[in-house]
């Protein structure tokens, strides 16, 4: 929602001019737009920004919202990512690049702030961004050296105060090479948009010229509130007679005790070579479906359901995979493990209905699960996921190259948190055919003995589910957990 702010000489009334109050006729905020900007300039004022500065306020999805409320607290939702440029960078033009391609990404000029009790994004004009830093490293510090020490020195300097994004050119007097270091929140950025984000830098220097990078983040927004009807049906039907998440973390859950230390990363891993995958059935449906046995055989429950990490790229909007922004959701996933009933009784059974979930899913999969909960089910107001999956397919240090013979490999920060604050279950593909399977939390929420079990379960899980689309899926679970 694009405006025009003006205030009156010698008087700090705003009086607001609006260009236009929708997108493709989809309010993006659905208050008293008068009094949603002049409490924000409130706000602004209260941090130093000049009401000037803005040039939009948009809503935020669900998955910022948590970002940005968990930010500011742990800050473990900024993150830090580098690309090595080699010798003979023009750092003039690199960062003439790095303004161009600021000018052209609302999203990374933005601020996140607290108006009228909501989390919104603030966009900044591009004259009002701090300019690129530029930092030249003279005698025995190297790159490396600098970068992890600078990460956790500059994380502390996030505040409401300023955009998360930041840029900083690091030059190698020693050896010749440059470095470029850009600092976001994860609520500006998903996976997926980091590759053409860092793509459209090194072609753009090569080029001289920033190409187009996809439709603005705020496009995305306004359609998926055009979809939130349908979504909210959708997740009604799916949803009904359904239990709130919560058995997996009763059941495993550390004793008390030891929840009075401070929370340890509890990280674990395996990797399982599996037989051929089924006709008609992708790895991600089958590492899903492993973890939905893994919890029917620990919970004891035979209707589970799970937080399933989605690139929320279903939308029906041209150019949605080129958008530069969190796109990403966390969806219910609702399995029925048959038990003399309904829902699936063999491997075959499972995997179809998993992967038909998937595809039915569509591109319902835009609506935030706060709302999911608040608008299609009687659960609990502030119920979330105990654990959530993800199946990764996307490079976490993929190389880049530009028109020229620049080329580069992403890095980045890794930071020595607790870890995340339920059980997350990650799957990659690997290049033997296989399935590799990680399991991450915190002490406080699973001991690593637990996690190890786990990942056993979900590795023998996805070997049966391949082997045998005829099997009997109960005989199994019931042999599959051992307390």
């Known amino acids: 929602m694009a405006r025009q702010h003006t205030v009156s000489p010698g008087s700090s009334q705003m009086k607001?001019?609006?260009?236009?109050?929708?997108?493709?006729?989809?309010?993006?905020?659905?208050?008293?737009?008068?009094?949603?900007?002049?409490?924000?300039?409130?706000?602004?004022?209260?941090?130093?920004?000049?009401?000037?500065?803005?040039?939009?306020?948009?809503?935020?999805?669900?998955?910022?919202?948590?970002?940005?409320?968990?930010?500011?607290?742990?800050?473990?939702?900024?993150?830090?990512?580098?690309?090595?440029?080699?010798?003979?960078?023009?750092?003039?033009?690199?960062?003439?690049?790095?303004?161009?391609?600021?000018?052209?990404?609302?999203?990374?000029?933005?601020?996140?702030?607290?108006?009228?009790?909501?989390?919104?994004?603030?966009?900044?004009?591009?004259?009002?961004?701090d300019?690129?830093?530029?930092?030249?490293?003279?005698?025995?510090?190297?790159?490396?050296?600098?970068?992890?020490?600078?990460?956790?020195?500059?994380?502390?300097?996030?505040?409401?105060?300023?955009?998360?994004?930041?840029?900083?050119?690091?030059?190698?007097?020693?050896?010749?090479?440059?470095?470029?270091?850009?600092?976001?929140?994860?609520?500006?950025?998903?996976?997926?948009?980091?590759?053409?984000?860092?793509?459209?830098?090194?072609?753009?220097?090569?080029?001289?010229?920033?190409?187009?990078?996809?439709?603005?983040?705020?496009?995305?927004?306004?359609?998926?509130?055009?979809?939130?009807?349908?979504?909210?049906?959708?997740?009604?039907?799916?949803?009904?007679?359904?239990?709130?998440?919560?058995?997996?973390?009763?059941?495993?859950?550390?004793?008390?005790?030891?929840?009075d230390l401070t929370a340890q990363r509890v990280d674990v891993a395996t990797e399982v070579r599996l037989p051929s995958l089924p006709r008609n059935v992708t790895l991600a449906t089958v590492a899903s479906a492993a973890w939905a046995v893994v919890l029917g055989a620990v919970t004891g429950s035979r209707d589970v359901v799970y937080g399933h990490l989605v690139s929320g790229r279903n939308a029906a909007l041209d150019g949605v995979g080129d958008i530069v922004g969190p796109c990403i959701n966390y969806v219910p996933v609702r399995v029925a493990l048959g038990n003399g009933g309904g829902g699936a009784h063999t491997p075959g059974d499972l995997l179809r209905a998993v992967q038909t979930q998937f595809v039915e899913t569509g591109e319902a999969d835009a609506l935030g699960f706060r709302d999911v909960v608040a608008d299609c089910t009687d659960w609990p107001a502030g119920s979330d996921f105990d654990c959530v999956f993800q199946h990764q397919n996307v490079e976490e240090r993929p190389v880049f190259g530009g028109a020229g013979p620049v080329r580069a490999t992403l890095g980045f920060y890794e930071r020595g948190d607790a870890g995340p604050p339920r059980v997350s279950v990650v799957t990659y593909p690997t290049g033997s055919g296989g399935l590799r399977v990680r399991l991450g939390g915190n002490t406080h929420v699973v001991t690593r003995e637990t996690a190890v079990q786990l990942v056993d379960m979900v590795a023998k899980a996805s070997i049966f589910l391949t082997s045998n689309m005829d099997a009997d899926l109960q005989m199994f679970m019931t042999g599959l957990y051992q307390e």
């Open 16 to 129: 607001v001019q609006p260009e236009a109050s929708s997108r493709d006729g989809i309010s993006l905020i659905d208050r008293n737009v008068q009094m949603v900007l002049e409490d924000a300039y409130r706000t602004l004022s209260s941090v130093n920004i000049e009401l000037g500065a803005i040039q939009d306020v948009l809503p935020l999805t669900n998955f910022q919202t948590k970002c940005v409320e968990t930010e500011f607290i742990f800050r473990q939702n900024c993150n830090y990512f580098h690309i090595g440029l080699g010798g003979e960078v023009d750092i003039a033009q690199l960062e003439g690049t790095c303004v161009s391609l600021l000018e052209q990404l609302p999203l990374l000029r933005s601020c996140f702030l607290p108006i009228q009790g909501v989390h919104r994004q603030v966009v900044l004009r591009s004259n009002h961004i």
């Open 131 to 259: 300019p690129v830093t530029v930092v030249n490293l003279d005698g025995e510090t190297d790159f490396d050296q600098y970068f992890d020490q600078f990460c956790p020195r500059d994380v502390e300097t996030l505040s409401y105060k300023c955009p998360p994004c930041r840029m900083v050119v690091v030059h190698e007097t020693k050896t010749g090479t440059t470095h470029l270091i850009i600092r976001m929140s994860h609520a500006q950025y998903d996976g997926i948009s980091v590759g053409p984000l860092f793509q459209a830098i090194l072609k753009s220097y090569t080029n001289g010229t920033v190409g187009p990078l996809g439709p603005d983040f705020s496009a995305y927004l306004s359609y998926a509130a055009q979809l939130r009807p349908l979504s909210i049906e959708f997740w009604r039907q799916r949803l009904r007679g359904c239990r709130p998440p919560g058995a997996l973390a009763s059941k495993i859950r550390p004793a008390a005790p030891s929840r």
